[in-house]
């Protein structure tokens, strides 16, 4: 009687540490990237900063996507490989409000102070990109403690998610972030003068056994045809460094 061979064994996981930022991209195109690294993507989710911190505390996977600044501190430390880093897409931030809710008008920058004035209650992050750049933001601009006196100011997650909840009349957080949240209508970017643009970026951990699925998974999602994703997904692509 023939030996039955045994079944072949799957390849391990490639294990992603992602931004919130590029959730949306990453779901959308999750079949396309496991067939790109051959085995199943596993993408923890989570604000840069907290990412950053469990990174720094030991935690470790084969790809992160964080903001460029972020990829170039742990580069520097050696827990991501140098070189490695790619950028991915340039974010901006963003207002949204209950889907159905009068839209504040924020198209200049004495309309958008005088929405903040107005509102009734606003959230933000505390560790996201966005939410540090906001509260920063009001700082500079001398009303911190008019707004935070009104704010909801979340450890982390998505802010649209109280707006869609009727928590908070506005939502403060990137544009890429609050369009994977139902129930919201997005009022819009922040004016110029007060915008706060991100990059975000993707690296390779310097001690990840599959560095070879990690730089395929890079160059799908810096590739040219998937451009539109972002697009879609309220991002602006920064096309490829691998050409």
Request: glycine residues 10%; neutral net charge; aromatic residues 4%.
């Amino acid at each position: 009687m023939s030996a039955v061979p045994p079944p072949q064994a799957e390849a391990p996981a490639v294990e992603v540490m992602s931004t919130l930022g590029l959730m949306g991209v990453l779901r959308d195109l999750a079949p396309r990237c496991e067939q790109a690294v051959g085995a199943k993507l596993v993408t923890a989710f989570a604000p840069t900063a907290a990412l950053t911190e469990r990174i720094r505390a030991g935690e470790a996977a084969d790809v992160a996507i964080l903001t460029a600044a972020a990829i170039d501190a742990l580069a520097r430390e050696g827990t991501l490989a140098g070189g490695s880093r790619i950028d991915l897409a340039r974010s901006t931030v963003g207002v949204a409000v209950r889907a159905g809710a009068p839209k504040p008008d924020i198209s200049s920058a004495e309309a958008f102070l005088r929405a903040l004035g107005d509102a009734r209650s606003i959230a933000y992050s505390r560790a996201g990109a966005s939410g540090i750049f906001f509260a920063d933001l009001i700082r500079r601009l001398g009303i911190a403690d008019r707004v935070n006196a009104k704010a909801t100011v979340i450890p982390s997650g998505l802010t649209g998610e109280l707006a869609a909840r009727g928590e908070v009349e506005m939502a403060v957080q990137q544009v890429s972030e609050l369009m994977e949240v139902p129930g919201i209508d997005i009022v819009g970017p922040l004016p110029a003068e007060f915008q706060g643009v991100t990059v975000f970026s993707g690296g390779l951990f310097a001690a990840s056994p599959r560095k070879e699925a990690g730089t395929a998974l890079l160059r799908l999602l810096s590739a040219a045809d998937v451009a539109p994703v972002y697009g879609r997904k309220g991002l602006e692509p920064l096309g490829t460094a691998w050409a």
